[in-house]
């Protein structure tokens, strides 16, 4: 069992222009004030990033980053969370989505991953059980989010891998365009798609078969019971 439960307990740090990547531990007083999320984002944009940062240059940070609940049996848990200085506003940029891509973070290790620089060429980057790849992306350049979901499937041979994309608005500087996840999910508030583009990052692919432990299953699994029979009961439920 994980020291917090319901986190991974890891931050992945990956530095574009370098191609390189690290883990760090989650440390728990961030949790304890931030819980997750929109405040893992939201304090480390603070403190990173500059207020004469430009949004579009390498200096920006783009960050990804789940809630405790997040993998877990807890109904309608599985957002995740992506900021970044927004190129529409000018100041913190946020949005969240939902799908499977947020479990697949935690099930690869990590609560948060922060992507920082420039690639010097197009690329996904590629998040598999704790293992980092850049992976060319030059061949997807101005292609859709279905066609590089497909392409991308394909060259991993794996189906079950969750993506989270950046289209041909983002490409070509639409400063709101927004982060498409596993085609149906859309993360399309203050132009977090255009940040991602202009890192040079094409999609952020994403694979977990590790699991999330609560710190009182028994517990845990009787709320969630109790949740689980509110909403079946509700008048709008089908």
């Known amino acids: ?7 991974a307990g890891k931050i992945l740090s990956i530095n574009l222009t370098k191609r390189e990547a690290k883990t760090v531990d989650l440390d728990k007083s961030l ?10 984002n939201s304090k480390l944009l603070y403190e990173a990033v ?27 848990a599985s957002r995740f969370n992506i900021s970044a200085k927004s190129p529409q506003t000018g100041i913190l940029g946020d949005t969240n989505a939902g799908g499977h891509l947020a479990s697949e973070i935690k099930f690869a290790g990590y609560d948060q991953i922060v992507l920082e620089g420039r690639s010097s060429s197009p690329v996904y980057v590629y ?22 979901d497909d392409i991308i499937k394909d060259d991993l041979g794996d189906r079950r ?21 596993n085609l149906m999910r859309a993360a399309s508030r203050t132009g977090m798609g255009t940040v991602m583009a202009s890192k040079g990052v094409k999609a952020l692919a994403v694979r977990g078969t590790g699991s999330i432990e609560v710190a009182h299953p028994r517990r845990f699994e009787r709320l969630v019971d109790e949740i689980v029979v509110e909403i079946r009961n509700h008048e709008q439920y089908e």
């Open 1 to 7: 069992m994980t020291e917090l439960g319901g986190y």
């Open 31 to 40: 949790a304890f004030q931030f819980l997750g999320g929109r405040g893992f």
């Open 50 to 76: 500059g207020p004469d940062t430009d949004p579009l240059g390498p200096e920006n940070m783009l960050m990804f980053a789940t809630g405790p609940l997040v993998g877990t049996m807890f109904p309608t």
């Open 127 to 148: 998040v598999n059980d704790g293992e980092v790849e850049f992976k060319d992306a030059t061949h997807m350049r101005g292609k859709d989010v279905y066609e590089t």
């Open 161 to 181: 891998v969750q993506t989270a994309i950046a289209g041909p608005a983002a490409e070509n500087g639409v400063r709101f365009a927004g982060v498409f996840a």
